[in-house]
């Protein structure tokens, strides 16, 4: 049986956000548990490892968002048009124990690092500091679906792909993996793109 709630944000009377939640509120019989596959994770080495190609993220995240970020593209290097695909490794700083209700929520707000630049990926286009000719790239849609519970205190990697950009919208897909290879979550979002029409970008890489 599943249940649904909407939660709905005001600012100064007008509708600023609104989430809608549904949760199983009774589990599948045990003997559904045996039906089961995943898209396998990719064979990718951890960071730390001895051939990782990953590194620490020296920008981070802005305001202090408390994760650790490994990427194999500094956003110097965004410069050259590449596929627009990303992967990379997160892990929260935070060691102390939570509910899994808790750990939801982590991976909900590590689900959202470093999207939108995959979406601009194919043109060269860096995040930080962006471009002029960038006027706008901001998140419109957001869904995850939380597949199996995870540990954020251990690596995470996250498989992000934008399977298309036109008329201002481009859309991403990502594969959250636990570092022993579960599909913990699946994310879908939607990004509204602004881009100065006079400026001459180079054709996309694909």
Not at 27 to 32: L, N
Not at 61 to 68: M, Q, R, T
Not at 141 to 167: M, N, Y
Request: with cysteine; glycine share 4%.
């Amino acid at each position: 049986r599943i249940v649904s709630r909407t939660v709905q944000c005001f600012q100064d009377e007008r509708l600023a956000m609104q989430t809608v939640c549904s949760f199983i509120a009774q589990k599948a019989q045990d003997f559904q548990a045996q039906f089961k596959h995943q898209t396998p994770m990719p064979e990718i080495e951890q960071p730390g490892a001895g051939n990782s190609a990953f590194m620490l993220d020296p920008q981070g995240y802005p305001n202090e968002f408390p994760v650790k970020i490994w990427v194999t593209e500094l956003d110097s290097d965004l410069v050259t048009p590449a596929p627009a695909k990303q992967r990379i490794w997160l892990e929260s700083p935070d060691k102390r124990t939570h509910s899994e209700q808790f750990q939801q929520c982590i991976l909900a707000l590590f689900s959202d690092v470093h999207f939108t630049r995959v979406i601009v990926r194919p043109f060269g286009i860096r995040m930080a500091p962006p471009p002029r000719h960038l006027r706008k790239i901001v998140s419109i849609d957001h869904h995850i679906w939380f597949h199996q519970s995870v540990d954020p205190r251990r690596p995470i990697l996250v498989d992000t792909e934008c399977k298309q950009l036109g008329a201002g919208r481009g859309v991403v897909q990502s594969e959250m993996y636990a570092h022993d290879r579960r599909l913990v979550a699946t994310v879908v979002q939607e990004g509204r793109v602004e881009i100065d029409p006079h400026v001459r970008l180079p054709s996309p890489k694909l």
